[in-house]
């Protein structure tokens, strides 16, 4: 799994939740939209300096390297309407509570056995933070913050770490590599034959 493919995994899982609000990633360039509305964003990634190592199909060398990232899901509501003698009220600020109820979707059965199947470990990272004072108050928005820690493989492929999975290399966005430095190959062996001999054979 590369993080392309762990993020398109824990949007699915978190829109599974919040089927009726909208979901998006941070950082694009777009128009907020109305709430209910859940912010994702990746805050950091780090993987083990060692990978588990083998030698795959058609003899390709395969590192695979277990990797941490810590993912921020942020809350948007309205808040639920009040009535206090027959009149509307400021609307009750359940951010908290939602964003709970979202942690215990994530420790359920039903989300641990998505998780096996993707090889993947999803867990709540600190405390649920009330964000409310943040929010521009003329938006009447409530806002609510929790981290997770996401645990997942990651893979590389070839010598150079670069080769590709399936239907080989591609060129990434960054331009970074080229077809020529995944293919490279400085050979290796995974038998050797020893001859034994005595001393007087000397």
Not at 99 to 121: A, M, P, Q, T
């Amino acid at each position: 799994m590369n993080i392309t493919e762990l993020k398109k995994a824990v949007y699915a899982i978190v829109k599974g939740y919040f089927g009726t609000a909208q979901v998006i990633w941070a950082n694009q360039k777009r128009v907020k939209p109305a709430s209910p509305l859940v912010i994702l964003r990746t805050v950091s990634l780090s993987e083990n300096v060692f990978p588990i190592e083998k030698i795959g199909e058609e003899d390709v060398f395969l590192q695979t390297y277990p990797c941490r990232m810590l993912l921020e899901v942020q809350l948007f509501i309205r808040g639920v309407p009040v009535s206090e003698g027959g009149k509307m009220t400021v609307p009750d600020n359940t951010a908290v509570n939602d964003l709970s109820d979202f942690v215990h979707f994530i420790g359920s059965e039903y989300v641990l056995k998505l998780c096996r199947e993707k090889d993947i470990c999803i867990l709540p990272e600190g405390n649920i933070q009330d964000l409310d004072a943040l929010v521009n108050d003329s938006s009447r928005e409530h806002r609510a913050m929790q981290q997770f820690t996401v645990d997942f493989l990651q893979q590389a492929s070839g010598v150079s770490g670069s080769y590709g999975f399936g239907d080989g290399w591609h060129p990434p966005a960054s331009g970074g590599g080229d077809e020529q430095l995944a293919g490279t190959d400085v050979g290796y062996f995974v038998e050797a034959e020893i001859e034994q001999r005595k001393d007087e054979d000397l």
